[in-house]
Nanobody, 126 residues
Framework: QVQLVESGGGLVQAGGSLRLSCTAS????????IGWFRQAPGKEHKWVAA????????YYADSVKGRFTISRDNAKNTVYLQMDSLKPEDTAVYYC???????????????????WGQGTHVTVSS
């Protein structure tokens, strides 16, 4: 079992920045992929970014490429999502999720992730 806890959400003006954290506990995540997803009000989950813990390969959705950066801190068992140049359309509940293994196959498919956090709210005002 892997437990995930997100933090760092809040209210920010357009153009601002936030850093989300996803702290993992339980089973070791050294061979896991950690993904960030978001769900805007009335819309479905959308994949945002992912990182393979062992080696640090990173992947991004086109909508956030160049603005968001995913990284990890092995010592803290934490994955970060640095969000810069935020836009009102980035407003959503952000979730981190984990699945065993790496690689790009199904990386954006939420159904392939086994563990989910409770989410953290991000609101970007215009």
């Amino acid at each position: 079992q892997v437990q995930l806890v997100e933090s760092g959400g809040g209210l920010v003006q357009a153009g601002g920045s936030l850093r989300l954290s996803c702290t993992a506990s339980g089973r070791t995540c050294s061979t896991y992929t950690i993904g960030w997803f978001r769900q805007a009000p009335g819309k479905e989950h959308k994949w945002v970014a992912a990182i393979y813990w062992n080696g640090g390969s990173t992947y991004y959705a086109d909508s956030v490429k160049g603005r968001f950066t995913i990284s990890r801190d092995n010592a803290k068992n934490t994955v970060y999502l640095q969000m810069d140049s935020l836009k009102p359309e980035d407003t959503a509940v952000y979730y981190c999720a984990a699945k065993a293994g790496g690689g790009i196959y199904l990386i954006s498919n939420g159904g392939s992730y086994n563990y989910w956090g409770q989410g953290t709210h991000v609101t970007v005002s215009s």
